[in-house]
């Protein structure tokens, strides 16, 4: 009937949808190492409308035909929302003292080219769910569970370098840049080593999947690679840090009121295409 | 649109719940012994939704397919912080000040009956301690300290408490007359200083004292008062009494103030609430939306 009341509708459900990325972006705004989601529209593919029984001959073949169709122009029938991107730049760090706290820096990793594009790499932790899948996590807010391994806050036991879950029995344990964990001994100038955090990093992050709980799902091709291993890998891990969550409070917000006025203008326009329809009843009724 | 609703909602919730420690930590400002609980935030499962029905016409495409929409935000845990409190000095020869990764012991009588004489052992790090009518050393809820064989310590009438440490990481008592320093008796025992080797499993259970979970005593923690089953309990656990390579000292007239820094709990509490506003704001704006799509119809 009217192409433009669906366009208008979709333009609607793009924008809901989009709201829905940013309440969750900003109900994440304290959570350690959350990166925000972008959503990213895109118009529906375009659709080619003809003119049927057209009054003007067209020539095939030499003859004349009239009354076929004749190609007027593209046309969009909307939009939707494609993807949301998660955006893995740096979150701020902030001190908490607290041991069990381990803040990943990699804002100063280069760009390399992943699929054509120059994408920065990241780096991530790597955790067992209690399931025993293996998954990522930039969340480094950490606590002993009951046999005094080392787990995240929903329960996920952090790797060493082996793919073991970390034992540690003594609250005084450092975190160096490295990724070693020590912990005191008698001599007070000697520290045992206990285990080496495994810190993975991708080239291209976007491949990362979420799955909640703050962890990741590795969906790339190649194998992601040991960060302390690789050559010119700049980055820290400082102990006693929390990295916290990159969602700006005021771009969200004015994002939010965005998505509001574009809400209402769709609705606008579907409006105006009901009272068009509404005319046409009026012409219609004896 | 349901969706941003219970986002926002979930997301409000834990900060109210943030909010919720945050006033408990300031409450306890002034509460001897007292650890300060820290919230930290989890981010709540993710739905994927596969919205493209072909790839092909999926060009520019960063991410794998489909949407990952999150559903907001949740209270990951309430990290206990065993960091030092403030020295108080008080001169009271009843008033000890633990040093180190340690806690006292008392006894808790689980009921006021005194035929029902169960009881459960509890640790906490208040040393505000008095003795009772009999001269037993009590806690300020009149429950029992414990020496290192989970036995109440009796004072003697006109004698004075004194906790000593001989240089062997064990706090001895002994009982001296005020009157005349070399009256001293000697019983030759320790107080029970207990070291937790991970004390984020301890339960809050009010009047800052910590129980062991259940699942690290036998009959739910309640335990026999003829029995000698508490060293089962406790080691078999993971509180067990002080040990090699644990730093720890003990002070006497002296207590050991809160943890809580009130200028760091007040701004994570305006950090807080401003956030808890930000996300009614959302509400606010959701709600218009929801609006909007009522008023379709004109």
Do not use: C
């Not at chain 1, 009054?55 to 909307?78: D, F, Y």
């Not at chain 1, 002993?144 to 952090?158: F, Q, W």
């Amino acid at each position: 009937m009217l192409r433009g009341a669906y366009s208008a509708i979709s333009g609607m459900i793009a924008q809901d949808r989009r709201q829905e990325a940013l309440t969750n972006n900003l109900s994440n705004i304290h959570t350690p190492g959350y990166k925000r989601d972008d959503a990213v529209m895109r118009s529906f593919p375009e659709y080619l409308l003809q003119r049927i029984r057209d009054q003007e001959q067209i020539t095939v073949n030499g003859k004349t035909m009239p009354g076929q169709p004749v190609k007027i122009g593209a046309l969009s029938h909307g939009v939707y929302t494609q993807e949301l991107i998660p955006y893995f730049s740096q979150g701020d760090l902030v001190e908490t003292g607290n041991p069990f706290d381990v803040a990943i820096y990699d804002a100063e990793l280069l760009p390399q080219e992943a699929d054509g594009r120059l994408v920065k790499p990241s780096l991530f932790f790597t955790v067992q769910t209690r399931d025993g899948d293996v998954r990522y996590t930039r969340n480094g807010n950490w606590t002993l569970d009951n046999e005094n391994k080392l787990v995240t806050a929903e329960g996920h036991l952090v790797l060493n370098e082996n793919g073991e879950p970390i034992q540690i029995e003594n609250q005084n344990f450092t975190v160096d840049a490295d990724g070693v964990i020590r912990v005191p001994t008698d001599d007070p100038n000697v520290q045992e080593e206990v285990a080496r955090l495994a810190l993975i990093g991708v080239n291209n992050p976007l491949l990362m999947v979420k799955e909640g709980n703050n962890v990741y799902r590795w969906e790339g091709a190649e194998e992601p690679f040991n960060a302390f291993i690789a050559q010119d890998a700049k980055f820290e891990l400082r102990q006693g840090y929390q990295e916290r969550s990159n969602v700006d409070p005021t771009q969200t917000i004015a994002d939010m009121m965005q998505v509001l006025r574009l809400y209402e203008a769709n609705q606008k326009t579907f409006q105006a295409y009901d009272r068009t329809l509404q005319n046409l009843n009026e012409i219609g009724r004896l | 649109m349901n969706t941003s609703y219970l986002n926002t909602l979930a997301g409000m919730h834990a900060f109210q719940h943030k909010m919720d420690v945050i006033s408990h930590n300031v409450a306890n400002l002034n509460t001897d012994g007292y650890k300060r609980r820290e919230a930290t935030f989890s981010a709540l499962f993710t739905r994927e939704l596969q919205n493209q029905s072909d790839a092909n016409r999926e060009e520019g495409r960063v991410t794998p397919f489909g949407i990952r929409a999150g559903s907001g935000a949740r209270l990951g845990m309430t990290r206990l912080d065993l960091t030092p409190g403030v020295v108080r000095d008080t001169g009271i020869s009843t008033h000890l000040l633990l040093e180190g990764p340690v806690f006292f012991m008392t006894r808790h009588n689980l009921s006021d009956d005194p035929a029902n004489r169960e009881y459960e052992f509890r640790l906490t790090r208040n040393g505000a301690f008095k003795l009772d009518a009999y001269g037993y050393l009590v806690d300020d809820q009149g429950d029992y300290v414990l020496d290192a064989q989970q036995d109440p310590v009796q004072v003697p009438a006109g004698y004075e408490l004194h906790v000593m440490n001989r240089g062997d990481g064990q706090a001895y008592i002994q009982f001296v007359n005020p009157k005349d320093p070399l009256d001293v008796i000697d019983p030759n025992v320790q107080l029970g200083i207990y070291y937790v080797q991970n004390p984020q499993i301890l339960k809050s259970v009010g009047n800052h004292q910590f129980t062991l979970p259940d699942e690290f005593l036998d009959e739910a923690g309640q335990v026999d008062p003829a029995g000698n089953e508490y060293i089962d309990i406790l080691t078999g656990g993971n509180a067990v009494v002080a040990v090699e390579g644990v730093e720890w000292g003990i002070h006497q007239g002296k207590l050991e103030g809160s943890n809580v820094d009130l200028t760091k709990e007040m701004t994570d509490l305006l950090e807080t609430q401003r956030t808890f506003q930000m996300s009614s704001r959302a509400l606010y704006i959701t709600d218009q939306m929801i609006g909007i799509a009522n008023n379709l119809r004109g």
